[in-house]
């Protein structure tokens, strides 16, 4: 029933931009705190940005090696989020997974996406 439908990868030259997007189903979205997180060969998944529920007034954060590059934003409406990424560099090039996650009284609530290709080189 919960889904976490990614789109937007691809393969884009250094200096170049991607938006991707996740749909969300199954779930309540606005509820939800959300993020991307990437994995690239040989290293361990990191978190790349972040975005609150409405109940944490849709705050952001972001990784160092992304800040003032990628932009995370959500619209609750449509139960999507997004990672707008400008000034790609060929460090970028990773699985980018979206995931959700709410506090519940028996714990944490969470789910993830399959995962995006994105591929930077010239």
């Known amino acids: 029933q919960v889904q976490l439908v990614e789109s937007g990868g691809g393969l884009v030259q250094p ?3 991607l938006r991707l997007s996740c749909a969300a ?3 309540t979205f606005s509820s939800y705190a959300m993020s991307w997180y ?5 290293k361990e998944r990191e978190l790349v940005a972040a975005i609150t ?4 007034s849709g705050s952001t954060n972001y990784a160092d090696s992304v800040k003032g590059r990628f932009t ?5 409406a449509k139960n999507t989020v997004y990672l707008q990424m400008n000034s ?3 460090e970028d090039t990773a699985i980018y997974y ?16 399959q995962g995006t290709q994105v591929t930077v080189s010239s």
């Open 25 to 27: 189903s199954g779930f």
């Open 88 to 90: 790609l560099k060929p």
């Open 72 to 76: 995370i934003s959500r619209d609750n």
């Open 38 to 42: 990437r994995q690239a060969p040989g």
């Open 53 to 56: 529920s409405a109940s944490g």
């Open 15 to 17: 200096g170049g931009s």
């Open 98 to 113: 979206c995931y959700a996650r709410r506090w519940t009284t028996t714990g944490w609530s969470d789910y993830w996406g």
